[in-house]
């Protein structure tokens, strides 16, 4: 198995530009996590979804962040539009029965 | 709510020295616990799991014991090597329905160091 699939990698922006991120988690796993990572505020969650149905968006930290989940194996994470301070590391991770299997990261800069 | 408090860090560490990491959680009902371990630039990824009390979870020399009676599950090494500085993440999992079913609930992290 591939693993958690992100893309990009890296993003380097302007503020005021629009970001899509995106994930592909393991096969059969049902359950999928965005996190934000920043030394300043630690692992943070911001959404995470069950049979591709948001349950708990309360760590989306404005409106101008969205997550969607059209299907099993794909999800986003949109910010529009973009700010300095969202700069950080995003993962994605997806679950089954408990153990959760991270992706390797798209590391943002919002310049 | 469910929560983890894990040792503060940095921890430095010449190699071949002896490893704790404290771990304390509160929780509802009976979680499974986890360590995670993130090397420089890559994802969380799984070091060892325990998911009932006295449960031992071990993997590359590390090793945990879900402790119910003190609810805790420190994280120890006998001899650690250069290649284990990274950052150490202590986390639980409340199985079953509820507000918190399949999320976990992540320490702060500790990073270790270690020395040559």
């Known amino acids: 198995d591939a693993g958690v699939i992100q893309s990009p990698r890296h993003e380097v922006t302007e503020m005021g530009q629009e970001v899509t991120l995106r994930c592909k988690p393991i096969?059969?796993?049902?359950?999928l996590f965005w996190y934000r990572q920043t030394m300043m505020r630690g692992l943070e969650l911001l959404i995470y979804?069950?049979?591709?149905?948001?349950?708990?968006d309360s760590g989306m930290p404005e409106d101008r962040f969205s997550a969607k989940m059209p299907n099993a194996s794909f999800s986003t994470l949109k910010i529009q539009p973009s700010e300095p301070r969202d700069s950080a590391v995003y993962f994605c991770?997806?679950?089954?029965?408990?153990?959760?299997?991270f992706g390797p990261g798209t590391r943002l800069t919002v310049l | 709510g469910n929560s983890v408090t894990q040792m503060e860090g940095p921890v430095t560490l010449s190699e071949e020295a002896f490893l704790t990491i404290n771990c304390t959680y509160t929780a509802t009902g009976y979680p499974s616990l986890f360590w995670y371990v993130q090397y420089p630039g890559e994802g969380l990824q799984l070091l060892l799991k325990?998911?009932?009390?006295?449960d031992k979870g071990s993997n590359k020399g590390f090793e945990a014991t879900y402790r119910k009676e003190t609810t805790s599950f420190h994280l120890e090494k006998g001899s650690v090597q250069v290649s284990d500085s990274a950052v150490y993440f202590c986390a639980l999992t409340t199985p079953g329905g509820g507000t918190n079913a399949g999320k976990s609930t992540f320490g702060d992290g500790t990073t270790l160091t270690v020395k040559p």
């Open positions: 325990a998911t009932k009390a006295d």
């Open positions: 979804f069950n049979n591709n149905v948001p349950i708990d």
């Open positions: 991770a997806s679950s089954w029965v408990n153990e959760q299997f």
């Open positions: 096969s059969g796993h049902d359950y």
